[in-house]
């Protein structure tokens, strides 16, 4: 079978209609021509060159043959080898005539009578002249005769050389005209190829020039004409193909832009939505008023007729309403959707989204839906519920009600699902400053009994005790005893009242930034104020550590006042030493010289107290470390220190140690 050439690359022209075939193929013809007739002029003058060299060497044939002439009469005269040299001259000029020289060039003219006026000249030469000047042996030579004979010969070589002449002059003729025409043969070839040029390159590239500009204007329209088959062609069909697309796109660019445009505006409208409600979340301190201004905007935002808030309850599998607007009470209140796994509300809460766009072609269960859920005997339609979710999972579900069916589109459900997980969020934060709230409040409760127990319950026991004996001392009549026990009482009382003074200034003191050491120094001198002992003061802060907040430097402050509320009223001691220092860690020293204590033995006491378990506790809300150093008769050491890891906040508004001391 014969083979067939493969097809052409799609997208390109055969190699025939290929422009740089027909540019190669053009370049080359006219390359052909003008070496043709290159050659050919050359061709000419060589032939005229050696025409000249004949012509020279022919005319040199009538000098030759006077030469011989006279040679011939002076050989007359006297014996001489010239005739012979000249004859032989000739005769070798003859020779070079007829055989021809390429290399100087020397050669007749291809023409026949040339060829046969050269014969004749050799012919008069040979039989005529030659003889006559050299006659063989037994001759005599005859100048008479060889003169007689010269005229005709010059007159043949005349004739050769006439001839030659005129062949060379037709030649040079020819070789003008030559000349001439390749000079036309340029300037038209010149002609041509700039035509074919403007026709092949320069015409297609200007016509997709003016069609880009036309394009440029919007001119989509525009269509170029397909007149050839080479890459031009191809490329005026790529651009027909791009201006069919453009216009397309075009067409459709008004629509893609309102398309763009309103996507960009539902995002700015979700975004601002986001914001607001998470403003309104962080400023709400209400869970049912948080929940309310939720449903508020949210059904403004989506144009529900009707919404609800529910919390779950996984304890008992139940749903409690939270908040509801625009519902009817039957629906609000109906026990079918209070059950977590009844309805479609229930469904939020493991499925995250339940948009229902019909209410009254919805299965649920395999019962149609509007015959079975009371949001369709309600007159709504259309329902979507969201789960409302935190860190600890799903803590309820929020849904919209709507009058007609209607159909969320995915963006809608998205922003729904997270503004679900913000009202989660804030439930929860409320939820853990409620918490919060109350542990703190617990934990001052706690403190407080600590102190009434160690300060107003001790002295109103004493008291008690004090009674009974001036009671048991009234009856017996012992005015003695009784006159001894009424300052005790008096003392009792002061003591009591000077522990609720101290109680009430520990509860209302309030540290704002850098306040502390002037509160250290109020305590140190109320303690002055209240006894005699004498109480030294030394603070020193370099900068070093880390400052302390606000909160921590109330509870060293409560430290303090409970280690100098006990040098007050159990130590009895002549001095004590207060030392405050904030380097690298935070240290507080409380010292006195007083009785002490056994801490074994107070170990073992069941009224183990005298503030330590209360300084204790603060310690470890401070995350500090609380050193007791007792013995009896030795006094006491109590030793704060604050590692640097656990201070933070404001540092000690002191810039130099300072020591401060007075005498009772």
């Not at 269960?365 to 979507?384: E, H, K, N, V, W």
């Not at 002037?518 to 070093?544: N, W, Y």
């Not at 704060?640 to 890891?645: E, G, M, Q």
Request: glycine residues 8%; neutral net charge.
């Amino acid at each position: 079978m014969p083979q067939t050439a493969p097809p052409a690359a799609s997208g390109l022209p055969a190699l025939r209609h290929r422009l740089s075939t027909r540019i190669i193929s053009l370049s080359l013809a006219v390359l052909l021509v003008v070496l043709g007739m290159i050659a050919g002029t050359l061709w000419l003058s060589w032939k005229l060159e050696g025409a000249g060299a004949a012509i020279n060497d022919a005319g040199s044939l009538r000098m030759r043959a006077n030469r011989v002439a006279i040679e011939l009469t002076l050989a007359q005269a006297r014996q001489s080898d010239a005739l012979a040299m000249q004859v032989q001259a000739l005769d070798a000029t003859l020779a070079q005539l007829k055989k021809g020289n390429p290399a100087r060039p020397l050669f007749l003219p291809d023409e026949p009578a040339i060829h046969a006026q050269m014969a004749r000249v050799t012919q008069d030469w040979q039989q005529q002249l030659r003889p006559l000047a050299l006659p063989g042996a037994g001759r005599a030579a005859a100048p008479d005769q060889y003169i007689a004979a010269l005229p005709g010969f010059v007159a043949q070589a005349d004739r050769l050389v006439g001839m030659i002449e005129h062949d060379s002059a037709r030649k040079t003729d020819l070789l003008r005209l030559s000349q001439a025409a390749l000079a036309a043969m340029a300037c038209v070839g010149t002609v041509a190829v700039i035509y074919l040029l403007y026709l092949w390159i320069i015409l297609p590239v200007l016509r997709l020039q003016d069609g880009l500009q036309r394009m440029a204007a919007r001119e989509f329209s525009l269509r170029l004409p397909v007149e050839s088959r080479d890459e031009f062609g191809t490329l005026s069909e790529g651009f027909n193909r791009m201006a069919g697309e453009l216009q397309g796109l075009y067409q459709d660019l008004e629509a893609r832009v309102a398309q763009k445009t309103a996507e960009l505006e539902r995002q700015n409208r979700d975004l601002e939505t986001l914001y607001d409600m998470a403003a309104f979340l962080n400023q709400a301190s209400d869970a049912e008023a948080m929940a309310r201004g939720f449903l508020e905007r949210v059904m403004r935002q989506f144009d529900a007729e009707g919404g609800s808030v529910r919390v779950l309850d996984s304890r008992h599998g139940r749903m409690h309403l939270l908040a509801a607007t625009g519902l009817p009470a039957s629906l609000a209140d109906a026990e079918a959707c209070a059950a977590a796994d009844a309805c479609h509300c229930g469904d939020a809460t493991r499925a995250a989204v339940v948009a229902i766009a019909d209410l009254r072609t919805a299965l649920r269960g395999g019962i149609a839906a509007g015959d079975a859920t009371p949001c369709a005997r309600s007159g709504f339609q259309a329902l979507a519920a969201f789960r409302i979710e935190s860190q600890r999972g799903a803590t309820g579900v929020f849904a919209l009600h709507f009058r007609a069916p209607r159909t969320l589109p995915p963006s809608d459900r998205q922003l729904l699902e997270t503004l679900g997980q913000h009202l989660g969020t804030a439930l929860e934060h409320l939820r853990l400053s409620a918490t919060a709230r109350q542990l703190a409040v617990v934990e001052e409760r706690n403190l407080v009994a600590q102190g009434l127990h160690d300060s107003i319950a001790q002295g109103l026991n004493y008291l008690n005790l004090q009674v009974q004996l001036l009671d048991a001392a009234v009856t017996r009549n012992d005015l003695a005893e009784t006159r001894e026990i009424v300052p005790m009482l008096r003392h009792g009382v002061e003591e009591s009242y000077q522990d609720v003074r101290e109680l009430l200034n520990n509860f209302r003191s309030r540290l704002g930034t850098g306040e502390l050491r002037p509160a250290v120094e109020d305590t140190v001198g109320r303690f002055r104020r209240q006894c005699r002992t004498e109480a030294a003061l030394s603070i020193d802060d370099d900068g070093a550590g880390r400052p302390l907040s606000p909160e921590q430097q109330l509870q060293v402050l409560f430290i303090l006042q409970e280690a100098l509320s006990n040098v007050r009223k159990h130590a009895m001691a002549a001095h004590v030493t207060v030392a405050l220092s904030h380097g690298r860690e935070f240290r507080l020293v409380v010292q006195d010289d007083g009785e002490g204590f056994d801490p074994d033995e107070l170990a073992t006491r069941a009224d183990a107290h005298i503030g330590l378990n209360i300084m204790r506790e603060r310690a470890a809300r401070l995350g500090a470390q609380l050193h007791v150093q007792a013995g009896p008769g030795r006094g006491v050491r109590i030793e704060l220190i604050l590692p640097a890891t656990a201070q933070a906040g404001t540092r000690l508004d002191t810039k130099t140690p300072q020591t401060t001391g007075i005498q009772p």
